[in-house]
């Protein structure tokens, strides 16, 4: 199925290829990485990249390519994990409001709306300073912002259906809204959903990232590529490889999404062609 | 056009109150805003004061003494309503860290934020006005316009702004690193080489953006029968691109700019901390730091009312200019 998928959407199989070697690589870490994660090669400190130290190594001579695998498992992690509980809340809002309309409807969109025009990282930042950062919190935080944009298109696309005559149908067979909801609404919704599902892989990462990279994300020792970033900034002119390999990262992997979500974006426009 | 008000008029009327309507909403808005945030610092492991509990020059019934004198001893619903209506009277009350009054420094800051997301938007909106144009008709920008722009939007801001300070400041001497003008003072072109790698980090992802945006809704609209009509009644190409399509694209276009405010001040957040610049950006992340609440709370409340304001823009704009939409935003 996933061959005949990519045999379709050619623009999705480097992207696809290159995150999937990082879920590998990152999953593997402890197997894969030419060090353990907090061994010091006290005579190579600051030392630039070389053989011994692919991406260099930081003041006390940890290897910098070993922390951005690690690094990989938990930016990783805190992407996938916040993209499914945001697709999750925004799947949910989208298709009820869609589906209620009237007052509901507009009760659920006044507040995406309201979401929406908060400045995220400011209200982030805050909220990740003021209770103390952890992981699970930083997940927490990154998937209840990250949901409005899902709403949208969801609700969209809901409503589209809604109105078809095969829904009608349904109800006039006597099924309960939330069953025609869920068999015979949502089923033409998961291109859109899938979309916006692996966007909101890459923005999940780059909100970690920046969270971390003003200190109020992912703490020391947990390593990942925002805190590395973090730990970077102020040694960027000496250093500079401790900055450019992490972010590197991130950009590779949000680039990564990003393609992937625009290879499969012919997938929700002909999903809304036969719907017409 | 208010001005006007007489009923023979139905539209101006019915436009006084769709903008009343929207104002309305405003409002509400920032009551869940200015609640979120006074819970979130009421959260907080030692409450606003948690600053003076690690300072071993403070005995604890100072910190007693402090927060009878600031009403923390009050119940929660009280100090909001309290801090909430001073507020709202323009009393923003005074910085934890330096003792001024919270207005007077977020003031200052602003004009140095105005110039800085003002240059941006300015060469974002120029950059993806050409981008979104010219990908939209021809084939081969469009190839490589499509990869530029998906890196842009894909670039974390903060790293792109450490690579071009490495690049251009600390390797290649060109430009200035960090902060709006040189000790001496310096003079138009001193300031002007100062913004520049500010201004390229915040325009970047915008530009990026708005060009994929401008992109699909010029491709929408010369998929539509005039411009068919008119390729058919002899009009080049060019003239068809930017006089009959991009006329239609520009209305939506410019709704997307101004909503994405909220996206531009987390950036102008982020750009601001990474070049030292002086704005209002960088005194909420100095605030962050010293844990200095009633900035915080200042700077977001007004962020959010910036942003609620630009969108009521938004709205108006597209309601006096697009008759089609008038039916559908009433509520």
Redesign the interface.
Known sequence: MIRAWLRRHRAALVPGAVLGALLILAAFAPLIAPYTFDALDLARRRGAPSLHHLFGTDELGRDLLTRSLYGARISLAIGLVSAALSAAIGVTVGAVAGFAGGIID?ALM?LT??M????????L???A????PSVPLLITLVSAVGWMETARVVRADVQSIAVRDFVTAARATGARAPRILLRHILPGVVPTIAVALTLSV?RGI?LE??LS????GVQPPTASWGNM?YQA?TT??SE?WL??FP??C??LT??C???LA?AAEPDVVAARETRR | MFTNGSFSQPGSTRMLTFVIRRVA?II??LV??SL??FA??H???GGPLSLYLDNPNVRPQDIERLRRQMGLDQPFVGQYVSWVTAFARGDWGYSYADGRPVAERLLERVPATLQLIGVSTLLAVVVSLVVGVASAVRKGVDRVA?IAT??G???????FG??L??LFA?TLHWLPSSGRASFAGGGLGDRAAHLVLPVIVLAGAHAAGWSRYLRSSMRGALEQPFIGAARARGVSDARLATRHALRNALLPFATVVLLDA??M??GA??TE??FAWPGVGSL??EA??K?DYTV?MA??MC??AA??LL?LVADVVVHALDPRTREAVA?
Do not use: Y
């Open positions: 507009a006044r709306d309201a929406l025009s908060v400045p995220r990282l400011p209200l930042m805050i909220a300073a003021v209770l103390e890459g780059l990232s920046a990279f003003f200190g109020v970033l900034q960027m002119s500079p900055g450019i972010g590197a991130i950009f949000v680039l999404c990003n393609l625009s | 909403q509400p808005l869940v805003v979120l945030v979130l610092i959260a907080a492991p499509t998906v890196a939007i894909s670039l974390p801001v903060f790293w450490l690579v300070q490495l600390n909220s996206i001040a987390s957040v982020v901390s990474v909420f992340t962050l730091a844990r915080l700077f977001l962020g959010s942003v609620a969108s509520l």
